[in-house]
């Protein structure tokens, strides 16, 4: 599977309000490779989810172009998944049925929405719980029937909101590394929007970081080590976790005096 070609052109994203228009993004433009991941750190409220949003096609920017392959992005497509953060998971259903949920959604066929459900339960690491419901599952076993539910429609472009925030610190770092491993296999184009510099550092080949509201581009962060064997504990590893950091102060900084 080749990746998506994501790219934003000079999007800006403004709402209405009573006390006049807010603006959530401005001049966003980026390019996201087929089967690069990126992360996007920044503060509360500087627009990454509504970033994520115009990328999924359930937002229109106010202007400029958001493409994807070439084509404009003006609803939602099939290839595309979005892991949000409540992970909207549904209760009532067992673990493959909400592993299949996507594939209903397209009215595949019923054997065709098993195996392809259960061969990617089986590649997060949930083999043998397809009949369990999620309330029987761990924090982390959740997570994990997200990203099984994400890899069931064979998605080429994967956006994630803070997938792994409610997570214990042993927790995360294992899932980390499991998205890690999957976009390794899979070669999907991948958006993190992350408040974790670290996350960002370790799942990032590049770290956008943003400014506050309305939500600009302060820097990007090339990140080539992200993906080798032991980087968490690298020199390079925090290194690049400083630049980041350092971009995040200037841009913070920048906001107070204004």
């Known amino acids: 599977m080749t990746g998506a070609h994501l790219s934003f052109a000079d999007a800006r994203v403004a ?3 009573d006390e006049g228009d807010l603006t959530a993004l401005d001049g966003i433009s980026l390019e996201v490779a087929p089967g690069e ?25 106010t ?17 595309t998944s979005l892991i949000l953060q409540d992970l909207g998971l549904l ?41 369990r419901y999620p309330s029987e599952l761990s924090g982390g076993m959740r997570q994990r029937l997200a990203f099984a539910r994400a890899l069931a429609l064979d998605a080429d472009l994967l956006l994630m909101d ?17 998205l890690l491993e999957l976009q390794q296999q899979r070669r999907y184009a991948s958006v993190l929007v992350t408040h974790s510099i670290d996350e960002a550092v370790f799942l990032g080949r590049r770290i956008v970081v943003m400014t506050p509201r309305p939500g600009r581009i302060a820097g990007i962060v090339d990140n080539p080590g992200m993906g080798r064997k032991a980087y968490r504990a690298s020199a390079e590893f925090g290194q690049v976790g400083r630049q980041v950091r350092s971009l995040l102060e200037r841009a913070l900084a920048k906001e107070e005096e204004s």
């Open 91 to 131: 209760p009532w259903k067992t673990v493959e049925k909400n592993a299949e949920l996507g594939l209903a959604l397209r009215s595949l066929p019923r054997a065709e929405r098993r195996d392809r459900a259960r061969r990617a339960l089986a590649q997060v690491g949930l083999a043998g719980f397809e009949r």
């Open 15 to 17: 709402y209405r309000t």
């Open 162 to 178: 803070e997938p792994l925030s409610a997570l214990d610190a042993l927790s995360r770092e294992a899932l980390q590394q499991v």
């Open 63 to 79: 202007s400029g172009q958001v493409l994807i392959d070439s084509r404009q992005v003006t609803g939602p497509r099939s290839a």
């Open 37 to 61: 991941p990126i992360a996007i750190i920044g503060p509360s409220g500087c627009g990454k989810s509504t970033l994520l949003k115009l990328a999924a096609g359930l937002l229109s920017p």
